[in-house]
Each structure stands twice: as structure tokens, then as C-alpha cells.
């Protein structure tokens, strides 16, 4: 994990990391962030009922045509 992020990390741009919304969602949350590299990124996070997350994916957010 530390060589894959590394590299990263080191040349984020400026605003990386930022959080652009948040959607509260009946089982989870979406959360809109900018990655290390500018592009945008939805993550959406799912909850079991104790609290403990039970599932995350995330794709970088696509241009409306």
C-alpha cells in the first residue's frame, strides 16, 4: 500500500483531497472528493447496522455530456 501511495501523495496538486458533497443516503453515504491528481471522485461508503463499514467503492465522477 505504501508503494502504490507514496508516489502519489507526493505530487498531489493543490486541492487535492477536498470534499465537493455529500449525500447521506439510507444505508451509507456519497461522498464527492477530489483524488491526488485533481480529478473527481464519488465514493460511496455502505453501513452495517453496528456501524462498521460493510462496503466502499469509488470511480472518478464523469463529465456530463
Given at each position: ?12 496538486v ?52
Open positions: 500500500m505504501e508503494r502504490y501511495w507514496r508516489p502519489r501523495l507526493a505530487r498531489a493543490t486541492g487535492a483531497f477536498e470534499i465537493d458533497a455529500l449525500f447521506p443516503e439510507a444505508d451509507g453515504v456519497t461522498l464527492d472528493y477530489r483524488g491526488y491528481d485533481g480529478v473527481p471522485v464519488r465514493t460511496h461508503f455502505r453501513f452495517k447496522s453496528t456501524g462498521k463499514i460493510s462496503l466502499t467503492a469509488c470511480a472518478p465522477i464523469r463529465a456530463a455530456a
